[in-house]
Structure formats: structure tokens, C-alpha cells
């Protein structure tokens, strides 16, 4: 073959293949070079379950979950979930509220995204025999699980709270109001959660799973919505872990009086597993700082999880996750008896 015929069929073969190796191209990016999909798929609200949520607006916690079962399915796990007569998850009917270890935290705690086996209360039991109650609830931050704590474990000897940085925002938010106008913030959480409510039912009485989860990685991309690892990076460096354990300790100053003569375990399940070293430091840094009279212990779950204990859509841990926390926490829970 002639060295211009066969230069004449490379520039075909280029000119007919380009469209695909662009395409391909932008999907590579897209998928392994940015977080545009997890993005996408944490706005479609369709995969949590707002059913489940149990609006109980006189206590200061505002919603629980409804007892009994509760079905979360999503595109990467679907569970079964277990929860009692207070609403919180606790399968084990023979856990007491007077139990001495209480977990606190957000969906993290709770197990969002695992059966009831492999919760962190059921691999402490199943692993260490470690009988812990469960007081996690998904969208919680640190001023509702300590009222939740208040209100149901008053005999707690171990409080182990996890803090996620999106805890921050509902922080500062509770912050902007003196203690004595607590009720006022306590309307805007309920206002949250109820519009939150409208559009799930919407979206499940209208919606198309596949329709919507199309426009929504479009709107991701049109907005400019998503971030490059290297921008995912630059914020991991710039997070002003200072700035959240200041306003996480003001929060703890509201519950002092509750706080004292318990041991406080605090240790940090972000999204996506972009848990960082500088959480343990700077939080111990401040709880010494501010709390010298309260037993408080914060540990850096960075030598015991990875991001790969983290499902890629969601942002919630798998069940490996649980098995390794109940292994790193067992030896800080021993109580008085």
C-alpha cells in the first residue's frame, strides 16, 4: 500500500472515530477527574426516604423515625432498617435506655446506608459484646443529639458523637439566637424538613427516576456545580477546622451542666470519607482549651478508615466502615461496670 493511501485511511479513521473519543474523553473526566455524579446524585432526594422521618415537633430534636420498618433504596445499597418505639435505630430489643455508652451523630451513626446487622451499636455487640443505644439520626447536628441525649439517656457514663462538617452549618445557624431562644431555631429546622418532604413526594408522584436523574446531572454540569479532585483537594486544605470546633464547643457550653461526670468521645465521619488529621488536632486543641473541668476525648479515625469504607455515589460509609469503628472504639468504652 502507497504511503498516501495509507495516511488517506488514518485521516478517515481519525475524522469517523473523533466524535467517540471525545465523548469518551468527557466521560473519563467527568467520572474519575471531578465529582460530578456523587454531586448529582446527592440532589436527587428520591433515594432517602422521607416516609420514615417522623415529624415530633414539642421536643427539641424536631423529627425521629417512624417505629418500626423502614425501607432505604437506592442505586447502591438497599436496606432494611429497624427502628423502636422512641424512633431511634435499635433492632436489639433487649437494649435499655439506661445503657452506659450512648452513640450520637447524624445518618453516619445511624447506619443510612446498612441492614441492622451491621450498625455500629450491632458490630460493638456482635464484635466486643459491647451493649450501645443508637441516638443517631440522619440530618442531626451537635445541638439535637445532645438534646436527644438529654431526653433519653440521662444515665449515660459514654457519649461517642460523631461530627460530620456538615454539622457546621446547623452549628452556626443555632448560634445566631441566645439559649432561651432555642424555639425559634427549632421552627426552622421543622420548616427544613417539611419542605424537604414536599419535594420528595413530588418528585415520587411525578418524577421519573431515570428522567430526573439525567436533568439533575445536567443541571450539575450547566451550573458548574461540580468540583475537580484538585479543587476537592484545595478544600480539604482550606476547611477552617478551627472556626467548626469553636462553634462545635459553644454548642457543648449549652449542655454542660448535662455534660458533666460523662466521658465525650468525639471522633469525625465526613462525606465521602474526607476525614482529615487536622479534625483530631484542632478539636482536642479547643476542647482543652475551653472544656479543662469535662472528660473529652477526640480520636482521628484516619488510622482505622479510608475512603474506600465509603460508597463513591452516596456519602455514607459501607459496611466495612462499622466493622473497623467498632474495633477502633472498643478499647475507649470501658465504663464503671
Keep these: 500500500m502507497s504511503q498516501p493511501s495509507r495516511l488517506k485511511k488514518l485521516v478517515f479513521y481519525g475524522i469517523a472515530l473523533s466524535p467517540l473519543l471525545v465523548v469518551t474523553g468527557v466521560l473519563v473526566y467527568f467520572?474519575?477527574?471531578?465529582?460530578?455524579?456523587?454531586?448529582?446524585?446527592?440532589?436527587?432526594?428520591?433515594?432517602?426516604?422521607?416516609?420514615?422521618?417522623?415529624?415530633?415537633?414539642?421536643?427539641?430534636?424536631?423529627?425521629?423515625?417512624?417505629?418500626?420498618?423502614?425501607h432505604f433504596d437506592n442505586a447502591e445499597y438497599q436496606t432494611v432498617q429497624t427502628i423502636d418505639a422512641n424512633g431511634f435505630r435499635n433492632a436489639n430489643p433487649k437494649i435499655s435506655y439506661d445503657a452506659k455508652v450512648v452513640l450520637l451523630g447524624d445518618s453516619h451513626m445511624y447506619g443510612f446506608s446498612v441492614n441492622d446487622?451491621?450498625?455500629?451499636?450491632?458490630?460493638?455487640?456482635?464484635?466486643?459484646?459491647?451493649?450501645?443505644?443508637?441516638?443517631?439520626?440522619?440530618?442531626?447536628?451537635?445541638?439535637?443529639?445532645?438534646?436527644?441525649?438529654?431526653d433519653h439517656a440521662p444515665k449515660a457514663e459514654i457519649?461517642?458523637?460523631?461530627?460530620?462538617?456538615?454539622?457546621?452549618?446547623?452549628?452556626?445557624?443555632?448560634?445566631?439566637?441566645?439559649?432561651?431562644?432555642?424555639?425559634?431555631?427549632?421552627k426552622g429546622v421543622l420548616q427544613n424538613i417539611t419542605a424537604a418532604k414536599e419535594v420528595y413526594h413530588a418528585r415520587k408522584e411525578n418524577g421519573s427516576p431515570l428522567s430526573d436523574t439525567?436533568?439533575?446531572?445536567?443541571?450539575?454540569?450547566?451550573?458548574?456545580?461540580?468540583?475537580?479532585?484538585?479543587?476537592?483537594?484545595?478544600?480539604?486544605?482550606?476547611?477552617?477546622?478551627?472556626?467548626?470546633?469553636?462553634?462545635?464547643?459553644?454548642?457543648?457550653?449549652?449542655?454542660?451542666?448535662?455534660?458533666k461526670g460523662k466521658h465525650l468521645i468525639v471522633f469525625e465521619s465526613s462525606s465521602y470519607g474526607r476525614n482529615n488529621t487536622r479534625f483530631m488536632h484542632s478539636f482536642d486543641k479547643v476542647m482543652k482549651a475551653r472544656f479543662p473541668d469535662l472528660d473529652i476525648e477526640v480520636l482521628d479515625v484516619t488510622t482505622a478508615t479510608n475512603r474506600h469504607d465509603y460508597f463513591w455515589l452516596d456519602d455514607h460509609p459501607r459496611p466495612s466502615y462499622y466493622a473497623k469503628m467498632a474495633d477502633f472504639l472498643a478499647p475507649h468504652l470501658h465504663t464503671g461496670g
Design 214 to 259: 439525567v436533568q439533575g446531572i445536567a443541571q450539575v454540569i450547566r451550573g458548574r456545580e461540580y468540583s475537580t479532585r484538585w479543587e476537592m483537594k484545595q478544600q480539604d486544605r482550606t476547611r477552617d477546622y478551627e472556626g467548626e470546633a469553636q462553634a462545635f464547643a459553644n454548642i457543648l457550653l449549652r449542655h454542660k451542666d448535662y455534660l
Design 159 to 186: 457519649l461517642v458523637m460523631q461530627y460530620c462538617e456538615n454539622d457546621f452549618g446547623e452549628n452556626a445557624e443555632y448560634l445566631t439566637l441566645p439559649a432561651e431562644q432555642e424555639p425559634e431555631n427549632r
Design 31 to 70: 467520572t474519575f477527574l471531578t465529582n460530578t455524579f456523587p454531586q448529582a446524585y446527592r440532589q436527587y432526594i428520591r433515594n432517602i426516604n422521607f416516609d420514615c422521618f417522623d415529624v415530633v415537633a414539642e421536643h427539641r430534636y424536631v423529627y425521629r423515625m417512624k417505629p418500626g420498618e423502614c
Design 117 to 150: 446487622a451491621d450498625t455500629l451499636n450491632a458490630q460493638l455487640k456482635a464484635r466486643h459484646n459491647i451493649d450501645a443505644l443508637n441516638l443517631g439520626i440522619p440530618i442531626y447536628a451537635t445541638y439535637r443529639e445532645l438534646a436527644a441525649a438529654e
